[in-house]
């Protein structure tokens, strides 16, 4: 009757656990993004059309020293091709971005990523990582300088440009003159990747001197939609005096911000796969704001260098770099080597663990390109992981094959201790020293791999060069669950399940793998009781793994498959039947 009443509970408990994952993170997941959905298409659809084009309430720089320029965003919302036709606009193009330099107030605020898509197909719109002001979730970087008793260019000026198209090959150059002697020129650099140079001149041709405050900002409108959850950060970033801060919309939302002394580094705006980030001169001191502002819902990081004084017939040159773009491991490496960038590629999530996430991501990197495939490169890398810790597995194997040899005498003592469990262990202790077997040796392996799992994991769920990556069949996209549905007969029948319904082919797979090798590996110490509540896990594990991407799920398929291999040629080997 004990038995019964602890096999209920470890049910209990297992359904516990399923609901529990449904109820605290795959349903408000879901609400998160309808709410969000909801919310872009509310204002779009009561958006009202704006007389000025071109507009921007409450852009002016304030005229305190070393104060940066907020505001800038437009009340009424228009449609965003509506808004990039309205004014002034020089052309990007290069061979990953295209999009255009907004002439007023020489803002980046349009730019598309042309190698990322929207989703898996193919012909879906290109990702848009920049948007004006004025059209939904806009998104913009700015160069300006604020100043006591001078006119200086803010997010209302209009620029004078040398070109229409910005290119690798072809910098622009913008120009401005405030009438009173002071002359601005900007000169735009753009590489064949992400990375934008922006060179700063100015000119005091008037008769007194001039103090000038340079600063840079990135502003976004509205909280985006988080899709990484607490698997990795999204929101504010930057290396800070050597310090990577991660600072959450939450840390600063309701007109809260945070300042922070720095020497060069770099700070900027996170999403999962996208960057946008201001990048300094190295040499310079500056000081760092993250910032919200309910109006507007705009969320804003920048710096203000040092303030310039400029004595009659002086001038002032600046470079600072923008990157705009993908996350790309390899891309940010370079960049932190050839334009010594500290800790760029920490842009990237890689957790706590970094020291085995970042070199698992550059060994799925290598193995995916090498095989034209990064399921299989997964499969790939599988193989070489479980042969470095072939020693280790072959020494629980071992264990495993000795207590499998043992189970008869195991049965035999607990039949004759019947329900005096106490003396059935100090007789199987016994047993296990005479024999020279360690029930703990299988332990040691489990242990090693919850790191090597959480960080493929996490590895799955940060890297850009998981998304969309599909493998074979109806995998097209190895960082998303399998989608297809044991509730729907896997899509034979016309409805789709909901998401804590969602149970694919390969999860099953999972599963099946977990209860074969969980029949080869013998539990010693268990009770029937215990080992009853242990083979529930399979069934846990298949509906947990059901949400989470399936790469992760091929690996763990895989593995458990070479596991299976491997203990069942070692026990034949030792002369032990498998079950």
Known sequence: MSDQKNLFIALGLSAAILVGFHYFYEAPRQRALQEARAKQEAAQALAAPN??????????????????????????????????????????RTPRLVGSLNLRGGRFDDLSLQDYRETVDKSSPAVTLLSPSGAPGAYFAEYGW?????????????????????????????????????????????????????????????????????????????????????????????LMDGTLKEISYKDVSGETSKSFETKGGWLGITDKYWLVSLVPDQAKSLTAHVTHQEKGDLYQTDYAEPSVTLE?????????????????????????????????????????????????????????????????????????????MFPLAQKQFRSAAKMKKLQPQVEAIRKRAGDDKQKASIEMMALYKKEGANPMTGCL??????????????VLSVTIEMRHAPFFGWIHDLSAPDPTSLFNLFGLLPFTPPAFLHLGVWPILLGCTMFLLQKMTPTPGMDPTQQKVMMTMPLVFTWMMGSLPAGLVIYYVWSNLFSVTQQYVLMRRMGVKPT
């Open 51 to 92: 007389t000025t084009p071109g507009a921007a309430p409450g852009a002016a720089p304030t005229g305190a020293p070393g104060a940066v320029a907020s505001g800038g965003v437009a009340d009424a919302l228009r449609d965003r091709a509506t808004v990039l036709s309205e004014g002034q606009r020089v052309t990007i």
């Open 445 to 458: 392996p489990v242990l090693v791999q919850m790191p090597i799992f959480w960080s493929l994991y996490k």
């Open 146 to 238: 604020t100043a006591n008793g001078a006119t200086v260019p803010g997010p209302t000026t209009d620029w004078q440009a040398d070109g229409t198209e910005l290119t690798p090959d072809h910098p622009v150059t913008l120009r401005w003159d405030n009438g009173q002697g002071l002359t601005f020129e900007r000169k735009v650099a753009v590489d064949a990747n992400f990375m934008f140079t922006v060179t700063q001149k100015v000119t005091n041709n008037g008769a007194a001197a001039v103090t000038l405050y340079p600063y840079a900002r990135i502003a976004r409108a509205s909280h985006p939609t988080l899709v990484g959850s607490y698997m990795l950060h999204e929101g504010p970033i930057g």
């Open 312 to 388: 009659a017939g002086q001038s002032t040159e600046d470079t600072e770099r923008l990157f705009a773009g993908a996350k790309e491991m390899r891309l940010l490496d370079s960049y932190q080597d050839e334009q010594h960038i500290p800790l760029f590629n920490r842009a990237i999530d890689f957790g706590h663990l970094w020291f085995l996430t970042m070199p698992f991501s550059v060994a799925l990197d290598f193995f995916g390109r090498l095989l034209g495939n990064f399921g299989l490169g997964i499969m790939l890398f599988t193989i070489c992981l479980r042969t470095l």
